[in-house]
Protein backbone atom coordinates (compact mmCIF):
# COMPACT_ATOMS: atom_id res chain seq x y z
CA UNK A 1 0.00 0.00 0.00
CA UNK A 2 2.94 2.06 1.00
CA UNK A 3 4.82 2.10 -2.41
CA UNK A 4 1.48 2.29 -4.44
CA UNK A 5 0.96 5.66 -3.08
CA UNK A 6 4.50 6.88 -4.50
CA UNK A 7 2.90 5.51 -8.41
CA UNK A 8 3.38 8.22 -11.05
CA UNK A 9 -0.06 8.13 -11.74
CA UNK A 10 -0.87 9.09 -7.96
CA UNK A 11 1.52 11.80 -7.77
CA UNK A 12 0.15 13.51 -10.57
CA UNK A 13 -3.35 13.13 -9.03
CA UNK A 14 -1.94 14.47 -6.34
CA UNK A 15 -0.49 17.53 -7.94
CA UNK A 16 -3.82 18.09 -10.07
CA UNK A 17 -5.60 18.20 -6.90
CA UNK A 18 -3.33 20.88 -5.34
CA UNK A 19 -3.25 22.59 -8.33
CA UNK A 20 -7.01 23.04 -7.83
CA UNK A 21 -7.07 24.02 -4.13
CA UNK A 22 -4.15 26.91 -5.32
CA UNK A 23 -6.07 28.31 -8.03
CA UNK A 24 -9.13 28.56 -5.49
CA UNK A 25 -6.91 30.06 -3.20
CA UNK A 26 -6.09 32.85 -6.28
CA UNK A 27 -9.52 33.24 -7.33
CA UNK A 28 -10.39 34.50 -3.77
CA UNK A 29 -6.80 36.93 -4.23
CA UNK A 30 -5.72 35.15 -1.07
CA UNK A 31 -1.91 34.47 -0.73
CA UNK A 32 -2.28 30.77 -0.74
CA UNK A 33 1.27 29.23 -1.22
CA UNK A 34 1.67 25.83 -2.15
CA UNK A 35 5.16 24.58 -2.94
CA UNK A 36 5.72 21.94 -5.86
CA UNK A 37 9.58 21.36 -5.50
CA UNK A 38 11.31 18.20 -4.96
CA UNK A 39 10.29 16.13 -1.68
CA UNK A 40 11.93 15.53 1.20
CA UNK A 41 13.87 12.29 2.61
CA UNK A 42 13.89 11.58 6.05
CA UNK A 43 15.75 8.25 7.37
CA UNK A 44 15.28 7.47 11.19
CA UNK A 45 14.49 4.41 13.00
CA UNK A 46 11.06 4.87 14.32
CA UNK A 47 12.59 7.39 16.41
CA UNK A 48 10.33 10.41 18.21
CA UNK A 49 12.49 12.99 17.27
CA UNK A 50 12.46 11.61 13.53
CA UNK A 51 8.53 10.67 13.69
CA UNK A 52 7.74 14.14 15.04
CA UNK A 53 9.42 15.76 11.92
CA UNK A 54 7.96 13.49 9.49
CA UNK A 55 4.48 14.93 10.81
CA UNK A 56 5.02 18.18 10.64
CA UNK A 57 6.72 18.62 7.55
CA UNK A 58 4.46 16.19 5.60
CA UNK A 59 1.17 18.43 6.13
CA UNK A 60 3.39 20.91 3.71
CA UNK A 61 5.54 19.30 1.21
CA UNK A 62 5.69 15.49 -0.09
CA UNK A 63 7.72 13.22 2.12
CA UNK A 64 9.46 10.20 1.73
CA UNK A 65 10.58 8.71 4.74
CA UNK A 66 13.20 5.11 5.15
CA UNK A 67 14.12 2.78 7.72
CA UNK A 68 17.90 3.02 7.15
CA UNK A 69 20.18 3.42 3.96
CA UNK A 70 19.45 0.26 2.74
CA UNK A 71 15.55 0.93 2.97
CA UNK A 72 16.29 4.18 0.57
CA UNK A 73 18.47 2.55 -2.30
CA UNK A 74 15.69 -0.36 -2.57
CA UNK A 75 12.62 2.27 -2.74
CA UNK A 76 14.12 5.70 -4.13
CA UNK A 77 17.44 4.57 -5.78
CA UNK A 78 16.68 6.55 -8.63
CA UNK A 79 14.36 9.48 -6.89
CA UNK A 80 15.86 13.26 -6.49
CA UNK A 81 15.09 14.94 -3.36
CA UNK A 82 15.05 18.29 -2.22
CA UNK A 83 16.54 17.77 1.20
CA UNK A 84 17.71 14.52 3.02
CA UNK A 85 17.23 14.36 6.69
CA UNK A 86 19.21 11.50 8.21
CA UNK A 87 19.42 10.28 11.80
CA UNK A 88 23.47 9.59 12.56
CA UNK A 89 22.90 7.08 14.98
CA UNK A 90 22.58 4.42 11.64
CA UNK A 91 25.44 6.02 9.96
CA UNK A 92 27.90 5.55 12.64
CA UNK A 93 26.55 1.72 12.84
CA UNK A 94 26.93 1.04 9.02
CA UNK A 95 31.01 2.34 9.29
CA UNK A 96 33.01 4.11 6.66
CA UNK A 97 34.07 7.75 6.57
CA UNK A 98 30.77 10.19 7.21
CA UNK A 99 32.44 12.50 4.54
CA UNK A 100 32.72 10.04 1.68
CA UNK A 101 29.12 8.75 2.74
CA UNK A 102 27.73 11.94 2.34
CA UNK A 103 29.20 13.06 -0.79
CA UNK A 104 28.03 9.90 -2.07
CA UNK A 105 24.55 10.56 -0.84
CA UNK A 106 24.60 14.13 -2.56
CA UNK A 107 25.38 12.47 -5.91
CA UNK A 108 23.26 10.00 -5.89
CA UNK A 109 19.82 11.97 -5.18
CA UNK A 110 20.73 15.58 -6.51
CA UNK A 111 20.21 17.60 -3.46
CA UNK A 112 22.91 19.72 -1.83
CA UNK A 113 21.04 20.29 1.57
CA UNK A 114 22.07 17.37 4.37
CA UNK A 115 20.21 17.47 7.98
CA UNK A 116 21.37 15.07 10.45
CA UNK A 117 19.86 14.47 13.19
CA UNK A 118 20.44 13.03 16.60
CA UNK A 119 20.17 12.54 20.17
CA UNK A 120 21.73 14.10 23.37
CA UNK A 121 24.31 11.43 23.78
CA UNK A 122 26.06 11.87 20.04
CA UNK A 123 27.09 15.48 20.89
CA UNK A 124 30.49 15.05 19.45
CA UNK A 125 29.87 12.99 16.87
CA UNK A 126 27.16 15.76 15.57
CA UNK A 127 29.81 18.13 15.50
CA UNK A 128 31.77 15.48 13.35
CA UNK A 129 29.32 15.38 10.80
CA UNK A 130 29.52 19.23 10.33
CA UNK A 131 33.09 18.58 9.58
CA UNK A 132 32.59 15.86 7.01
CA UNK A 133 29.65 18.06 5.45
CA UNK A 134 26.57 18.30 6.61
CA UNK A 135 24.45 21.17 5.66
CA UNK A 136 22.95 21.76 9.55
CA UNK A 137 22.54 19.42 12.49
CA UNK A 138 19.24 19.11 14.46
CA UNK A 139 19.87 17.56 18.61
CA UNK A 140 17.22 16.53 20.98
CA UNK A 141 15.17 17.80 21.91
CA UNK A 142 13.96 19.52 19.17
CA UNK A 143 12.40 23.00 19.12
CA UNK A 144 8.82 23.38 17.11
CA UNK A 145 10.45 27.08 16.22
CA UNK A 146 13.54 25.53 14.22
CA UNK A 147 11.21 23.26 12.26
CA UNK A 148 9.39 26.39 11.77
CA UNK A 149 12.55 28.17 10.67
CA UNK A 150 13.10 25.39 8.02
CA UNK A 151 9.94 25.23 6.56
CA UNK A 152 9.77 28.87 5.72
CA UNK A 153 13.37 28.69 4.60
CA UNK A 154 12.52 25.74 1.87
CA UNK A 155 9.41 27.69 0.63
CA UNK A 156 11.40 31.04 0.35
CA UNK A 157 13.94 29.21 -1.55
CA UNK A 158 11.62 26.97 -3.97
CA UNK A 159 10.00 30.98 -4.50
CA UNK A 160 13.27 31.96 -5.36
CA UNK A 161 14.33 28.85 -8.05
CA UNK A 162 11.16 29.29 -9.44
CA UNK A 163 11.54 32.97 -10.11
CA UNK A 164 15.37 32.40 -11.02
CA UNK A 165 14.06 29.89 -13.27
CA UNK A 166 11.60 32.19 -15.17
CA UNK A 167 14.71 34.25 -15.42
CA UNK A 168 17.83 31.79 -16.26
CA UNK A 169 14.98 30.89 -19.15
CA UNK A 170 15.07 34.05 -20.95
CA UNK A 171 19.11 34.39 -21.72
CA UNK A 172 22.21 32.40 -22.28
CA UNK A 173 25.37 33.15 -21.27
CA UNK A 174 26.11 34.86 -18.43
CA UNK A 175 23.49 34.92 -15.56
CA UNK A 176 22.54 37.84 -15.25
CA UNK A 177 22.22 38.71 -19.04
CA UNK A 178 18.33 38.20 -19.81
CA UNK A 179 15.88 38.89 -22.70
CA UNK A 180 13.99 42.20 -22.10
CA UNK A 181 12.98 45.19 -23.99
CA UNK A 182 13.00 47.75 -21.13
CA UNK A 183 15.82 49.79 -20.91
CA UNK A 184 15.90 50.38 -17.03
CA UNK A 185 15.81 46.62 -16.64
CA UNK A 186 18.80 46.23 -19.11
CA UNK A 187 20.50 49.05 -16.89
CA UNK A 188 19.70 47.15 -14.09
CA UNK A 189 21.53 43.73 -15.34
CA UNK A 190 24.37 45.95 -16.49
CA UNK A 191 24.67 46.91 -12.70
CA UNK A 192 24.80 43.30 -11.30
CA UNK A 193 27.37 42.21 -13.96
CA UNK A 194 29.82 45.59 -12.56
CA UNK A 195 28.77 44.91 -8.82
CA UNK A 196 28.82 40.68 -8.88
CA UNK A 197 32.61 40.50 -10.15
CA UNK A 198 33.46 42.57 -6.72
CA UNK A 199 33.08 41.26 -3.11
CA UNK A 200 31.56 45.00 -2.37
CA UNK A 201 28.50 44.62 -0.23
CA UNK A 202 24.98 45.32 -2.07
CA UNK A 203 22.01 46.91 -0.87
CA UNK A 204 18.86 46.22 -2.99
CA UNK A 205 15.92 48.45 -2.62
CA UNK A 206 12.23 47.86 -3.88
CA UNK A 207 9.06 46.98 -3.03
CA UNK A 208 7.78 43.65 -2.10
CA UNK A 209 7.42 41.12 -5.06
CA UNK A 210 9.59 42.97 -7.69
CA UNK A 211 12.52 39.56 -7.31
CA UNK A 212 15.19 41.37 -4.50
CA UNK A 213 15.69 37.43 -4.09
CA UNK A 214 15.98 36.68 -7.55
CA UNK A 215 18.77 39.63 -8.42
CA UNK A 216 20.60 38.35 -5.21
CA UNK A 217 20.56 35.26 -6.64
CA UNK A 218 22.36 36.36 -9.62
CA UNK A 219 25.16 38.55 -8.08
CA UNK A 220 25.85 34.87 -6.05
CA UNK A 221 25.86 33.00 -9.10
CA UNK A 222 27.91 35.49 -11.55
CA UNK A 223 30.28 36.37 -8.45
CA UNK A 224 33.68 34.22 -7.44
CA UNK A 225 31.98 33.04 -4.43
CA UNK A 226 29.43 30.56 -6.77
CA UNK A 227 30.86 27.67 -5.69
CA UNK A 228 30.75 28.53 -1.98
CA UNK A 229 27.05 28.39 -0.33
CA UNK A 230 24.14 31.20 -0.85
CA UNK A 231 22.21 31.34 2.56
CA UNK A 232 18.99 33.13 2.85
CA UNK A 233 17.88 34.63 5.78
CA UNK A 234 14.35 36.35 5.70
CA UNK A 235 15.02 38.93 9.12
CA UNK A 236 11.21 39.47 9.36
CA UNK A 237 9.89 35.90 9.96
CA UNK A 238 12.60 35.03 12.86
CA UNK A 239 11.19 36.41 16.42
CA UNK A 240 13.50 39.59 17.67
CA UNK A 241 14.21 36.96 20.72
CA UNK A 242 16.18 34.35 17.92
CA UNK A 243 17.37 36.75 15.32
CA UNK A 244 20.89 36.86 17.11
CA UNK A 245 21.14 33.05 17.49
CA UNK A 246 20.10 32.76 14.13
CA UNK A 247 22.13 35.11 12.56
CA UNK A 248 25.60 34.53 14.77
CA UNK A 249 25.06 31.14 16.63
CA UNK A 250 24.89 30.99 20.49
CA UNK A 251 26.94 28.59 22.76
CA UNK A 252 25.73 25.88 24.86
CA UNK A 253 23.78 27.57 28.04
CA UNK A 254 24.14 31.02 26.37
CA UNK A 255 20.50 31.85 27.27
CA UNK A 256 17.21 29.32 28.72
CA UNK A 257 17.32 26.41 26.25
CA UNK A 258 20.67 26.57 24.70
CA UNK A 259 21.45 23.00 24.96
CA UNK A 260 23.75 22.88 22.45
CA UNK A 261 26.52 24.56 20.36
CA UNK A 262 24.67 26.18 17.58
CA UNK A 263 25.73 27.58 14.23
CA UNK A 264 24.50 30.58 12.58
CA UNK A 265 23.96 31.59 9.57
CA UNK A 266 27.23 33.85 8.89
CA UNK A 267 29.14 30.60 9.77
CA UNK A 268 26.86 28.26 7.32
CA UNK A 269 27.51 31.15 4.86
CA UNK A 270 31.38 30.83 5.06
CA UNK A 271 33.02 31.17 1.51
CA UNK A 272 29.90 32.60 -0.23
CA UNK A 273 26.90 34.73 0.12
CA UNK A 274 24.56 35.53 2.88
CA UNK A 275 21.20 37.31 1.70
CA UNK A 276 19.62 39.06 4.30
CA UNK A 277 16.39 39.73 3.21
CA UNK A 278 14.27 42.66 5.10
CA UNK A 279 17.16 43.90 6.78
CA UNK A 280 15.31 46.85 8.13
CA UNK A 281 13.12 44.74 10.97
CA UNK A 282 16.27 43.82 12.59
CA UNK A 283 16.75 44.71 16.56
CA UNK A 284 19.29 47.80 17.36
CA UNK A 285 21.61 45.16 19.26
CA UNK A 286 21.37 42.99 16.10
CA UNK A 287 22.57 45.76 14.17
CA UNK A 288 25.54 46.59 16.49
CA UNK A 289 26.83 43.15 15.70
CA UNK A 290 26.43 43.13 12.15
CA UNK A 291 28.59 46.42 11.88
CA UNK A 292 31.19 44.92 13.45
CA UNK A 293 30.64 41.64 10.91
CA UNK A 294 31.23 44.73 8.27
CA UNK A 295 33.83 46.36 9.69
CA UNK A 296 36.36 44.29 10.99
CA UNK A 297 35.12 40.68 9.30
CA UNK A 298 34.48 39.01 12.98
CA UNK A 299 31.78 37.79 15.20
CA UNK A 300 31.22 36.43 18.48
CA UNK A 301 28.10 33.56 19.12
CA UNK A 302 25.57 34.46 21.49
CA UNK A 303 27.08 33.67 25.16
CA UNK A 304 30.35 33.04 23.42
CA UNK A 305 34.29 35.11 24.02
CA UNK A 306 36.33 34.09 21.04
CA UNK A 307 36.16 35.91 17.93
CA UNK A 308 35.29 34.07 14.34
CA UNK A 309 36.72 35.44 11.69
CA UNK A 310 33.81 35.39 9.06
CA UNK A 311 34.81 34.81 5.41
CA UNK A 312 31.16 36.01 3.50
CA UNK A 313 29.89 38.67 0.71
CA UNK A 314 27.13 40.14 2.44
CA UNK A 315 23.62 41.37 0.61
CA UNK A 316 20.84 43.07 2.12
CA UNK A 317 17.72 43.91 0.49
CA UNK A 318 14.52 45.92 2.31
CA UNK A 319 11.38 47.37 1.10
CA UNK A 320 11.85 50.46 3.54
CA UNK A 321 13.60 53.99 3.51
CA UNK A 322 16.89 52.97 5.40
CA UNK A 323 18.32 56.08 4.58
CA UNK A 324 15.55 57.91 5.98
CA UNK A 325 15.53 55.65 9.13
CA UNK A 326 18.24 56.74 10.10
CA UNK A 327 17.51 59.82 10.20
CA UNK A 328 14.74 58.85 12.96
CA UNK A 329 17.35 57.44 14.87
CA UNK A 330 15.62 53.78 14.43
CA UNK A 331 18.45 52.34 12.18
CA UNK A 332 21.85 52.52 12.61
CA UNK A 333 23.68 55.53 10.46
CA UNK A 334 26.86 54.10 10.36
CA UNK A 335 25.18 50.48 9.31
CA UNK A 336 23.26 51.88 6.42
CA UNK A 337 26.62 53.49 4.94
CA UNK A 338 28.48 50.30 5.23
CA UNK A 339 25.29 48.02 3.37
CA UNK A 340 24.77 50.82 1.15
CA UNK A 341 28.22 50.38 -0.89
CA UNK A 342 26.88 49.54 -3.90
CA UNK A 343 22.26 50.37 -4.06
CA UNK A 344 20.28 48.86 -6.76
CA UNK A 345 16.77 49.76 -7.22
CA UNK A 346 14.91 46.96 -8.83
CA UNK A 347 12.21 47.95 -11.05
CA UNK A 348 8.38 47.39 -10.19
CA UNK A 349 6.78 45.75 -12.78
CA UNK A 350 4.52 49.07 -13.20
CA UNK A 351 7.40 50.70 -14.89
CA UNK A 352 8.25 47.81 -17.35
CA UNK A 353 5.15 46.92 -18.77
CA UNK A 354 6.74 46.43 -22.41
CA UNK A 355 8.33 42.94 -20.50
CA UNK A 356 4.86 41.79 -19.91
CA UNK A 357 4.74 39.19 -22.91
CA UNK A 358 7.77 37.99 -22.24
CA UNK A 359 6.73 37.18 -18.71
CA UNK A 360 3.37 35.86 -19.95
CA UNK A 361 4.93 33.08 -22.36
CA UNK A 362 7.41 32.32 -20.04
CA UNK A 363 4.78 31.38 -17.22
CA UNK A 364 2.88 29.51 -19.68
CA UNK A 365 5.78 27.46 -20.89
CA UNK A 366 6.52 26.42 -17.27
CA UNK A 367 3.06 25.29 -16.18
CA UNK A 368 2.55 23.20 -19.42
CA UNK A 369 6.24 21.69 -18.34
CA UNK A 370 4.39 20.83 -14.92
CA UNK A 371 1.05 20.22 -15.72
CA UNK A 372 0.96 18.77 -19.06
CA UNK A 373 -1.85 20.92 -20.86
CA UNK A 374 -1.08 22.95 -24.00
CA UNK A 375 -2.19 26.45 -24.35
CA UNK A 376 -0.88 27.18 -28.53
CA UNK A 377 -2.13 30.72 -28.45
CA UNK A 378 -3.04 33.73 -26.30
CA UNK A 379 -5.31 36.12 -27.40
CA UNK A 380 -3.73 39.48 -27.97
CA UNK A 381 -6.49 41.36 -25.95
CA UNK A 382 -4.99 39.46 -22.74
CA UNK A 383 -1.50 40.99 -23.58
CA UNK A 384 -3.39 44.48 -23.95
CA UNK A 385 -5.32 43.97 -20.60
CA UNK A 386 -2.36 42.56 -18.55
CA UNK A 387 -0.08 45.63 -19.51
CA UNK A 388 -2.63 47.86 -18.54
CA UNK A 389 -2.86 46.97 -14.64
CA UNK A 390 -0.37 48.14 -11.80
CA UNK A 391 0.34 45.20 -9.90
CA UNK A 392 0.73 46.11 -6.49
CA UNK A 393 2.54 42.66 -6.17
CA UNK A 394 4.93 42.93 -8.81
CA UNK A 395 5.72 40.02 -11.01
CA UNK A 396 4.33 37.47 -7.95
CA UNK A 397 1.30 38.82 -8.80
CA UNK A 398 1.00 38.45 -11.84
CA UNK A 399 2.55 34.91 -11.54
CA UNK A 400 -0.62 33.84 -9.62
CA UNK A 401 -2.81 35.79 -11.86
CA UNK A 402 -1.58 33.65 -15.02
CA UNK A 403 -1.64 30.73 -13.36
CA UNK A 404 -5.07 30.79 -12.16
CA UNK A 405 -5.98 32.11 -15.57
CA UNK A 406 -4.39 28.59 -17.57
CA UNK A 407 -6.14 26.59 -14.51
CA UNK A 408 -9.68 27.78 -15.61
CA UNK A 409 -8.53 27.91 -19.14
CA UNK A 410 -10.58 24.78 -21.09
CA UNK A 411 -9.20 25.59 -24.62
CA UNK A 412 -6.35 25.68 -26.46
CA UNK A 413 -6.01 29.36 -26.66
CA UNK A 414 -6.24 31.79 -23.57
CA UNK A 415 -9.03 34.55 -23.59
CA UNK A 416 -9.49 37.32 -21.55
CA UNK A 417 -12.13 36.05 -19.93
CA UNK A 418 -9.99 33.58 -17.96
CA UNK A 419 -8.15 36.16 -16.28
CA UNK A 420 -9.45 37.73 -12.70
CA UNK A 421 -13.01 39.58 -13.10
CA UNK A 422 -11.81 43.07 -12.80
CA UNK A 423 -8.75 42.54 -15.12
CA UNK A 424 -10.84 40.64 -17.84
CA UNK A 425 -13.65 43.68 -18.05
CA UNK A 426 -13.67 45.47 -21.52
CA UNK A 427 -11.27 47.65 -22.26
CA UNK A 428 -12.01 50.67 -22.79
CA UNK A 429 -10.40 53.03 -25.33
CA UNK A 430 -8.87 56.36 -23.82
CA UNK A 431 -11.36 59.62 -24.74
CA UNK A 432 -10.43 61.49 -27.99
CA UNK A 433 -9.87 65.09 -27.75
CA UNK A 434 -12.62 67.40 -28.99
CA UNK A 435 -11.19 68.07 -32.35
CA UNK A 436 -13.01 71.04 -32.39
CA UNK A 437 -10.78 73.15 -29.44
CA UNK A 438 -8.09 74.98 -30.93
CA UNK A 439 -4.70 73.27 -31.67
CA UNK A 440 -3.19 74.98 -28.15
CA UNK A 441 -5.75 73.98 -25.97
CA UNK A 442 -5.59 70.29 -27.85
CA UNK A 443 -1.64 70.56 -26.98
CA UNK A 444 -2.16 72.05 -23.42
CA UNK A 445 -4.30 68.88 -22.55
CA UNK A 446 -1.65 66.41 -23.61
CA UNK A 447 1.19 68.10 -22.40
CA UNK A 448 -0.59 68.17 -19.05
CA UNK A 449 -1.33 63.75 -19.52
CA UNK A 450 2.59 63.70 -19.98
CA UNK A 451 3.46 65.23 -16.99
CA UNK A 452 1.46 64.12 -14.89
CA UNK A 453 2.53 60.50 -15.54
CA UNK A 454 6.14 61.43 -15.37
CA UNK A 455 5.32 63.10 -11.82
CA UNK A 456 3.86 59.73 -11.15
CA UNK A 457 6.59 57.95 -12.39
CA UNK A 458 9.18 60.22 -10.62
CA UNK A 459 7.64 60.30 -7.10
CA UNK A 460 6.79 56.52 -7.42
CA UNK A 461 10.83 55.89 -7.74
CA UNK A 462 11.59 57.74 -4.72
CA UNK A 463 8.75 56.61 -3.04
CA UNK A 464 7.56 60.13 -2.43
CA UNK A 465 10.63 61.95 -1.39
CA UNK A 466 10.68 65.33 -2.35
CA UNK A 467 14.17 66.42 -2.61
CA UNK A 468 15.58 63.68 -4.36
CA UNK A 469 12.69 64.12 -6.50
CA UNK A 470 12.63 67.61 -7.47
CA UNK A 471 16.37 66.87 -7.99
CA UNK A 472 16.19 64.41 -10.87
CA UNK A 473 13.56 66.42 -12.37
CA UNK A 474 15.39 69.79 -12.59
CA UNK A 475 13.10 71.14 -10.45
CA UNK A 476 13.01 72.78 -7.21
CA UNK A 477 11.30 71.41 -4.56
CA UNK A 478 8.57 74.60 -4.51
CA UNK A 479 7.96 74.06 -8.00
CA UNK A 480 7.45 70.52 -7.65
CA UNK A 481 5.29 71.11 -4.59
CA UNK A 482 2.87 73.32 -6.86
CA UNK A 483 2.61 71.10 -9.44
CA UNK A 484 2.03 68.30 -7.23
CA UNK A 485 -1.34 69.96 -6.11
CA UNK A 486 -2.22 71.03 -9.30
CA UNK A 487 -2.38 67.45 -10.26
CA UNK A 488 -3.34 66.34 -6.74
CA UNK A 489 -0.41 64.15 -5.88
CA UNK A 490 0.50 63.24 -2.44
CA UNK A 491 3.71 61.93 -1.44
CA UNK A 492 2.07 59.54 0.83
CA UNK A 493 0.59 57.73 -1.81
CA UNK A 494 4.22 56.61 -3.32
CA UNK A 495 5.87 55.18 -0.40
CA UNK A 496 6.52 51.94 0.00
CA UNK A 497 4.13 49.75 1.22
CA UNK A 498 5.56 46.59 3.16
Known amino acids: MGQALHQPWVRGL ?54 DLRDCEAKYRDQRFECLLLELGPLLNGGGQLM ?56 NRARLESELEMLRSFGSGSPAVTRTHSPLVRQLYGQVNSVAVTDSAVLLLGETGVGKGVIARLIHQASPRVKGPFVHVHCGAIPESLIESELFGHERGAFTGATKRKLGRFELAKGGTIFLDEISTITGATQTKLLQVLQEKIMQRVGGESPINTDVRVIAATNQDLWEMSREGRFREDLYYRLNVFPIEVVPLRERLEDIPLLVDNKLKRLEARYQKQIQAVDPEVYQVLQQYKYPGNIREL ?44 RQQAIEEIEKRYLERLLSRHKGRIKPSADEAGLGTRQLRNLMIKYELHKESFKSKG
Not at 38 to 61: A, D, E
Not at 125 to 131: F, G, N, Y
Request: glycine share 8%.
Open 14 to 67: KFLFLGFIKGLGLWFRQPFYISFMRPLLIVHSQTQMGSTICKYLGNRFEVFCAR
Open 100 to 155: RLFQGLRRQYGCNRLVVLGGKDLGARLLDAVQAGATEVWQEPLAKEQLKLFYEDLE
Open 399 to 442: ENILERAYILETGPRLERFSLPHELATPIESPSPFDWRRSLAEV
